[in-house]
């Protein structure tokens, strides 16, 4: 199954820049490993925002939450995930 995902990042004002750049050294291999294993396919910037895109292949609803709450940044997410079925127009 194939969900799109839009995650907002905010982090509390109170967090020093040494602890948002050891969330995101974490956030990193947590997604590299995700892309390595297929489960995540992509992953795009939302332009001028600390937001991104993401599409996953995975087997069911229980698979995409175990995932997204594994994410380092979960706690300062704010997620909204779309099912997608293939497109009758698609050629692929
Ligand atoms: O968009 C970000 O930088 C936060 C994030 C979520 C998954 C990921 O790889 O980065």
Redesign the pocket.
């Given at each position: 199954m194939l969900f799109l995902a839009r995650?907002d990042?905010t982090f509390p004002e109170s967090m020093t820049a040494e602890t948002k750049a050891e969330f995101?050294v974490k956030?990193?291999e947590?997604?590299g490993n995700l892309q390595r294993e297929g489960r995540?396919r992509d992953?795009w910037?939302v332009v001028g925002e600390?937001?991104?895109y993401?599409v996953y292949d995975v087997a069911d609803n229980d698979e995409l939450h175990t995932i997204l709450s594994g994410?380092p940044?979960y706690p300062y997410?704010d997620i909204k995930v779309t099912p997608l079925a293939k497109h009758p127009n698609s050629i692929k």
């Open positions: 995650m990042v995101q956030e990193k947590y997604s995540m992953i910037r600390y937001a991104n993401s994410f940044m997410m």
